[in-house]
């Protein structure tokens, strides 16, 4: 029998009534599949934990938020194990250090390494069904660690890279990718394919549906996602490879993101070496510096720069430059009522005047472009937050996504 991955994020296992549903799911698959599934915390718990850190201070330590943050992973899975054990289904919860899951990297960001199949397929031979934690890991000395915020795909993706799943199922509460957060856009229209790629632009974006190294794993490894709902049954998205997508489409989907600041450096003298020199503390920092335009300075000797920058890295970025003796500028100015809008697509690869087509299109309503960037699959422009929704449901509209 092929071995299937089940994935389940907060939403779907929010309550007892979900898990009751969701027990239901499992077992739909149990008869032709052997059947892994990873569970998320229940909705809500994650932050709930998260908040109760950050009362007790600031500066929670990581090594401790690690282990605060994977309890929630702990009640779901254990509920959920519990419903099948009730249901005469044989099941069983796993957290991450039983398996183990091994991590490498940093706390509160590690990255799964390596999957140890001995005890979870010697079960699953015996006819049980395996409830493994998300998000969790455990490091090569034993502590407890987390892969970020959304890790439970990655856990799934690896899971499934590890154990040879035919496939890895993530059920959500929406009914697929759409063009754009259906959430937030009602003619938001259901992807029935996308490719590896540009689900990873959309995901990197900002389109909260997937994280984004899960998909990155997944293409390496080149693993079959389902995107579905676990509240209605319908076809959900098929994440892919490209050459099995037919795509008539330009544009294939829209993200906007909300944490984004715009840091402006006034005056800076220019010379050679000045764009590393600012930015060369920020990445030893671990600050991710995005979007970057300077102005071509008209004298030779002053120039303005303006980048990027998560808005949880405000303050820290603020510092570092403060405290940079090699740069010398006139005014550092900030702003975080900035958000990116960005359009994806293959379709651009082969197809002239996109760009065009999306400034005017902004333009047309009076929505001012402060930062571009582009890849050979997206454009991405940073504007005032306010003009968010504004932006997304004309661009919607110019690349034809209604319908
Ligand atoms: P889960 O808890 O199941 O992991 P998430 O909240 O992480 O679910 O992701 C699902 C949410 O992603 C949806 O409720 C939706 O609002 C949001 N979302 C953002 N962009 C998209 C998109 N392009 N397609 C579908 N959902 C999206
Ligand atoms: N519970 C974790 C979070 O809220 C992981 C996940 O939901 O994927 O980020
Ligand atoms: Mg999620």
């Known amino acids: 029998m092929k071995i299937i991955v089940l994935k389940f994020g907060g939403t779907s296992v929010g309550s007892i009534h979900r898990i009751k549903k969701v027990s239901?799911?499992?077992?739909?698959?149990?008869?032709?599949?052997?059947?892994?599934?990873?569970?998320?915390?229940?909705?809500?718990?994650?932050?709930?934990?998260?908040?109760?850190?950050?009362?007790?201070?600031?500066?929670?330590?990581?090594?401790?938020?690690?282990t605060l943050v994977s309890a929630g992973e702990q009640i779901s899975c254990s509920l959920l194990a519990g419903q099948l054990l009730a249901n005469g289904i044989k099941s069983k919860s796993w957290m991450a250090w039983q398996i183990p899951i091994l991590t490498e990297g940093k706390h509160k960001y590690s990255r799964i390494k390596y999957i140890n199949k001995t005890k979870v397929l010697k079960f699953l031979k015996s006819g049980g069904i395996p409830i493994i934690a998300g998000f969790q890991g455990v490091d090569k000395n034993l502590n407890i660690t987390?892969?970020?915020?959304?890790?439970?795909?990655?856990?799934?993706?690896?899971?499934?890279?590890?154990?040879?799943?035919?496939?890895?199922?993530?059920?959500?509460?929406?009914?697929?990718?759409?063009?754009?957060?259906?959430?937030?856009?009602?003619?938001?229209?259901?992807?029935?394919?996308?490719?590896?790629?540009?689900?990873?632009?959309?995901?990197?974006?900002?389109?909260?549906?997937?994280?984004?190294?899960?998909?990155?794993?997944?293409?390496?490894?080149?693993?079959?996602?389902?995107?579905?709902?676990?509240?209605?049954?319908?076809?959900?998205?098929?994440?892919?490879?490209?050459?099995?997508?037919?795509?008539?489409?330009?544009?294939?989907g829209i993200s906007s993101t909300d944490n984004d600041a715009k840091v402006t450096l006034l005056g800076v003298k220019d010379r050679p070496g000045i764009a590393a020199s600012i930015f060369k503390p920020l990445s030893q920092n671990l600050i991710n510096v995005d979007m970057v335009v300077q102005n071509i300075s008209s004298d030779g000797k002053e120039t303005d720069l303006t980048f990027t920058i998560k808005s949880y890295d405000l303050n820290k970025t603020k510092k570092i430059i403060n405290k940079n003796k090699s740069i010398n500028f006139k005014k550092m100015i900030f702003d975080k009522n900035v958000s990116k809008v960005s359009i994806i697509g293959v379709g651009m690869i082969t197809t002239p005047g996109v760009t065009f087509r999306m400034f005017q299109a902004l333009a047309t309503k009076n929505i001012n472009i402060q930062v571009i960037s582009t890849s050979e699959i997206k454009i991405s422009v940073l504007i005032k937050k306010t003009n968010v929704t504004k932006a997304v449901k004309c661009l919607h509209q110019e690349f034809n996504l209604d319908k």
């Open 24 to 66: 239901r799911i499992i077992k739909s698959y149990s008869k032709k599949y052997k059947v892994i599934v990873l569970s998320s915390a229940m909705s809500g718990t994650t932050n709930k934990l998260i908040n109760m850190s950050k009362q007790i201070s600031s500066n929670f330590s990581d090594y401790e938020y690690d």
């Open 146 to 252: 987390t892969i970020g915020r959304g890790g439970s795909d990655s856990s799934a993706i690896m899971v499934a890279k590890f154990f040879k799943a035919e496939r890895c199922v993530i059920y959500t509460d929406v009914e697929g990718v759409y063009t754009t957060d259906p959430n937030k856009l009602k003619s938001a229209k259901k992807i029935k394919n996308i490719s590896y790629e540009e689900m990873l632009e959309m995901a990197s974006l900002g389109s909260k549906i997937m994280q984004p190294h899960s998909i990155q794993d997944a293409r390496l490894n080149r693993i079959k996602i389902q995107v579905k709902s676990s509240f209605v049954n319908r076809m959900g998205t098929i994440i892919t490879k490209r050459k099995n997508i037919i795509n008539n489409k330009i544009i294939t």
